[in-house]
C-alpha cells in the first residue's frame, strides 16, 4: 500500500528508531511522542494508535480511510451512492408494498437519504 518494504523504511518514513518502531509493532508500550511521529509518518488521524491500543480494529487514515487487518477499506463514491439509494429504497419499496405511491415513495426515499445525511454518511452537497 505504501511502497515500505521492511521495518527500517517504516522507521525511517516515520522518523523513529527501528528498536522503537518493532516496540510499537509488537505492542509494547513506548512514549506517546513515538506514537505521534508513527501516526504523521502514516498519514493517520491524531489518536489513531491510541484507539488501537484501546482494542479498535482499524486505524484513521488522514484522507478519510481507514487500514483494517490485511488490507485497506475501499472509498464510497459519495456522489453514486445517492442515486443507488433511490433506486434501493423505490425497488424494495414496491416489493414490500405494491400499491405505494409516487408521493410516499419519494418522501420515503428523502427520509432515507436525510437519516444518511443526519449520520454524517452523505453531505448537503451530494444531492443529484
Known amino acids: ?10 522507521a525511517k518514513r516515520c522518523s523513529i528508531s ?12 513506548v512514549n506517546p511522542l513515538s506514537y505521534a511521529k508513527l501516526e504523521a509518518g502514516f498519514e493517520l488521524r491524531g489518536g489513531a494508535t491510541r484507539a488501537v491500543l484501546d482494542g479498535e480494529e482499524s486505524l484513521a487514515l488522514e484522507d478519510g480511510g481507514e ?9 464510497v463514491d459519495l ?15 414496491r416489493l414490500v408494498r405494491p400499491d405505494i405511491t409516487l408521493g410516499e415513495d419519494q418522501a420515503m426515499t428523502d427520509g432515507v437519504l436525510e437519516e444518511l445525511r443526519r449520520h ?8 443529484s
Open 120 to 127: 454524517g454518511f452523505l453531505s448537503d452537497s451530494d444531492n
Open 79 to 93: 456522489q453514486g451512492l445517492e442515486p443507488a439509494v433511490r433506486e434501493a429504497v423505490t425497488k424494495w419499496a
Open 1 to 10: 500500500m505504501l511502497g515500505i518494504t521492511d521495518k527500517r523504511d517504516a
Open 18 to 29: 527501528v528498536t522503537t518502531y518493532t516496540k510499537i509493532e509488537n505492542g509494547d508500550s
Open 67 to 75: 487500514i483494517y487487518v490485511g488490507g485497506r477499506s475501499a472509498r
